[in-house]
């Protein structure tokens, strides 16, 4: 067999597997810098109500965050909009999330945001009440260590 010809399949081989690895990197980029929201309740009171609902963001920059909250039977309805929402930041909505508790009732975040490419990007998060209180369910709630050590 030609020497010449090992070389050239050698290249090809090389070259795909470079083409393969590339690829792989940018899909990992791109996963690594779109933005990933969620809703999150302040501490419960002692008696267990929440007063306030936050918009978090746990990952690469969300732009242009339009955030449309309702009731599951459409009776309240807010609207917000935000310029950027940065990575481990959050937005406190106004929205009395109290009474829809106490009513057993749902909320409904609906989400539109771009990233850093300007993909346009929509999620739909939602918080039902009444589901968790059928299943005998309380709400937990997430806080930072510093938090926990200021509590003792």
Known sequence: MDPQWVSIGVLVVLVLITGYYAYEVRLTRRATSEPSLSIVTDEPTFSGDVSRLALVNS???????????????????????????????????????????????????EL??????GNIHSRSLGLDFGNLGGEDRALAFETSDRRIQSLR
Do not use: M, P
């Open 112 to 117: 539109r945001f771009k990233d850093n490419s």
């Open 59 to 109: 990952g690469g920059v969300a732009r242009d965050v339009k955030i449309d909250i309702s009731t599951g039977d459409d009776t309240k309805k807010r609207r917000f909009y935000c310029l950027a929402l940065h990575d481990g930041k959050f937005l406190w909505l106004d929205f009395g999330i109290n009474e829809v508790q106490k009513g057993k009732g749902k909320v409904v975040v």
